[in-house]
């Protein structure tokens, strides 16, 4: 049963699972008439909660606003989800190393998507993640650490290489045993931009899509502003604000250490892998990156939170319009890191093409 609630929303402070929304902005431009009403409405969806601002004339045209993105996310869900064995993840998965599966094209076309991602950042994004997740305890679980074969076994069946795509027959093979695919990294980021293409083709002027603690897609702008305004938190002290962004028809996606993690003889394992060593990363506690769509930030949160700074910024020189940052475990002024970031602070340290 959905838990459902819609309402005209009126207050200063929404605050949301990844970033405090703040419904006050700068004067600016235009773009809806003056009866719309900012509307709210919340459901679970894909092990999270999604999260739906947007600006309607009425309660009723709101209601089907949600109903329609809701269903889309729902629809998604059900092709994309390694958690439902009726899914058409779940059917590559359980077929493609014995013989090349031929999918949809919007399932096909995100997988490229993935595999292109894992190519571009060596492995530190990669879609063969699933065996990892397991031999680690997060698939269904709060974690534990891995016996050596057991995690020796997940690494051999680790590997983006072993993903083969024929795009003239639109078929997924594995070219050994074992994979599985998670587009855990990158699904919930491709949910929002289908429910942003959804409110565009309906008319939508104004919305702010949240994915739990994942991603935030903005499209346009509130009554009369330039843009709705995040606010990222500091992982440690979620009250403390790490930097703000002002978003306009972009996404904004973060990665954290302290979505799932467990604690071992003091040290903190967290859910995020490093596929190339087969291990949770260390060192990074949360990462933010804004570009132009949410599927891109979903994955590139992901990337970044396991490349160093160095590595992140050549990345992101890669990809227009595209910031991010970091905050490390660090302590002092290299505790947080910057790349193109908008509103930079004062203690952090900046990495761009210039200095680097």
């Known amino acids: 049963m959905f838990l459902k609630s819609s309402r005209v929303v009126d207050r200063c402070l929404l605050i949301l699972p990844a970033a405090f929304l703040c419904l006050q902005f700068a004067a600016g431009s235009p773009a809806l008439a003056a009866s719309d009403q900012l509307f709210y409405e919340s459901r679970p969806a894909m092990g999270t909660s999604f999260e739906i601002y947007l600006y309607a004339p009425n309660r009723e045209r709101a209601d089907e606003l949600f109903e329609e993105a809701f269903a889309e996310i729902e629809r998604i869900e059900e092709a994309l989800s390694n958690y439902r064995s009726s899914s058409e993840l779940s059917r590559i998965n359980a077929n493609a190393a014995d013989t090349p599966v031929v999918t949809?094209?919007?399932?096909?076309?995100?997988?490229?998507?993935?595999?292109?991602y894992s190519r571009r950042t060596d492995g530190a994004f990669d879609v063969t993640v699933g065996k990892l997740m397991k031999a680690w305890g997060f698939f269904r679980g709060a974690g534990h650490y891995p016996a050596?074969?057991?995690?020796?076994?997940?690494?051999?069946?680790?590997?983006?290489?072993?993903?083969?795509?024929?795009?003239?027959?639109?078929?997924?093979?594995?070219?050994?045993?074992?994979?599985?695919?998670?587009?855990?990294?990158?699904?919930?980021?491709y949910a929002l931009d289908r429910v942003a293409g959804l409110f565009r083709e309906a008319?939508?002027?104004?919305?702010?899509?949240?994915?739990?603690s994942s991603s935030i897609y903005a499209i346009g702008a509130p009554p009369g502003k330039v843009g709705?305004?995040?606010?990222?938190?500091?992982?440690?002290?979620?009250?403390?604000?790490?930097?703000?962004?002002?978003?306009?028809?972009?996404?904004?996606?973060?990665s954290g250490s302290y979505e799932k993690f467990f604690r071992l003889n003091g040290r903190r394992y967290c859910h995020i892998m490093d596929p190339r060593t087969g291990r949770p990363v260390e060192g990074m506690l949360q990462t933010t990156v804004i570009t132009s769509e949410a599927t891109d930030s979903d994955a590139l949160s992901t990337a970044i939170f396991v490349l160093d700074p160095q590595q992140s910024a050549r990345l992101l020189d890669t990809i227009a319009a595209s910031a991010a940052?970091?905050?490390?475990?660090?302590?002092?002024?290299?505790?947080?890191v910057e790349i193109h970031w908008p509103n930079s602070k004062a203690r952090s340290t900046q990495i761009n093409t210039e200095n680097r």
Do not use: H, M
């Not at 949809?104 to 292109?116: F, K």
């Open 104 to 116: 949809d094209p919007e399932v096909y076309a995100l997988l490229a998507r993935s595999i292109d």
């Open 325 to 336: 940052v970091l905050v490390t475990d660090k302590t002092g002024a290299g505790r947080v």
């Open 228 to 254: 709705w305004s995040v606010r990222v938190p500091d992982p440690l002290d979620r009250t403390r604000i790490v930097s703000t962004a002002l978003l306009k028809d972009q996404s904004l996606s973060t």
């Open 203 to 212: 008319g939508v002027k104004a919305a702010l899509i949240s994915s739990g």
């Open 148 to 189: 050596d074969e057991e995690l020796a076994r997940a690494r051999e069946q680790t590997g983006w290489q072993n993903v083969k795509l024929d795009s003239q027959t639109r078929s997924v093979y594995f070219l050994r045993r074992g994979i599985e695919l998670d587009l855990g990294g990158i699904g919930k980021g």
